[in-house]
Antibody, heavy 119, light 106 residues
Framework: QVQLQESGPGLVKPSQTLSLTCNVSGVSVSNAMHSWGWIRQPAGKGLEWIGR???????NYNPSLKSRVSISLDAPKNQFSLHLNSMTATDTAVYYCARVPVGAAFDSWGQGTLVTVSS | DIQMTQSPSTLSASVGDRVTITCRASQIVSSWLAWYQQRPGKAPQLLISKASTLERGVPSRFSGSGSGTEFTLTISSLQPDDVATYYCQQYLSYPWTFGQGAKVEI
């Protein structure tokens, strides 16, 4: 059974870069049938897709974040990461990592991690 | 971007009621539409993909229908465990977008 777990700082200062890691177990991140994505949710609000990465390393990003975001894959560690720079208070949210079977929707999610942007 | 609009935003129903949530897309998304359930304080869980395909382990009282721009999620007999916010999501074109959510209360 696939399991995903986010890790990273809970507090980030304005203008800094957020780095989150999603540790995957139960399936290889190199499995070409899957891609891996990030979604965020500000408190009391809806879900926003951030982006995803394929096993080839190809990526797709939300244009609203494209200039600030990058997603990478670390196959030996079976994990993938999110980097979001120039953080502001509007980036405060719960960040989720998820598996996306190719051609399908987010079928497995991490529990989420709260990231607060504050000095 | 494709805008996803759900209605109602909140609904209150009784145990055993039939509940229907609608999701409308601003452009045709064919059947590339998913429904998620998010219980308070938890991560979303995929209920339905391809507009009408029930995910493994999801109770059969949940069903999805529609194609093109209009979709519905139906709970045939509402249970206490179904108290949650439900989101639709299109995955036809980037950026993938979600509806604003529909909160179901008892």
């Amino acid at each position: 059974q696939v399991q995903l777990q986010e890790s990273g700082p809970g507090l980030v200062k304005p203008s800094q870069t957020l780095s989150l890691t999603c540790n995957v177990s139960g399936v290889s991140v190199s499995n070409a049938m899957h891609s891996w994505g990030w979604i965020r949710q500000p408190a009391g609000k809806g879900l926003e897709w951030i982006g995803r990465i394929f096993t080839s390393g190809a990526t797709n990003y939300n244009p609203s974040l494209k200039s600030r975001v990058s997603i990478s894959l670390d196959a030996p560690k079976n994990q993938f990461s999110l980097h979001l720079n120039s953080m502001t208070a509007t980036d405060t949210a719960v960040y989720y990592c998820a598996r996306v079977p190719v051609g399908a929707a987010f079928d497995s999610w991490g529990q989420g991690t709260l990231v607060t942007v504050s000095s | 971007d494709i805008q996803m609009t759900q209605s109602p935003s909140t609904l209150s129903a009784s145990v055993g009621d039939r509940v229907t949530i609608t999701c409308r897309a601003s452009q045709i998304v064919s059947s590339w539409l998913a429904w998620y359930q998010q219980r308070p304080g938890k991560a979303p869980q995929l209920l339905i993909s391809k507009a009408s395909t029930l995910e493994r382990g999801v109770p059969s009282r949940f069903s999805g229908s529609g194609s093109g721009t209009e979709f519905t999620l139906t709970i045939s007999s509402l249970q206490p465990d179904d108290v949650a916010t439900y989101y639709c999501q299109q995955y036809l074109s980037y950026p993938w977008t979600f509806g604003q959510g529909a909160k179901v209360e008892i």
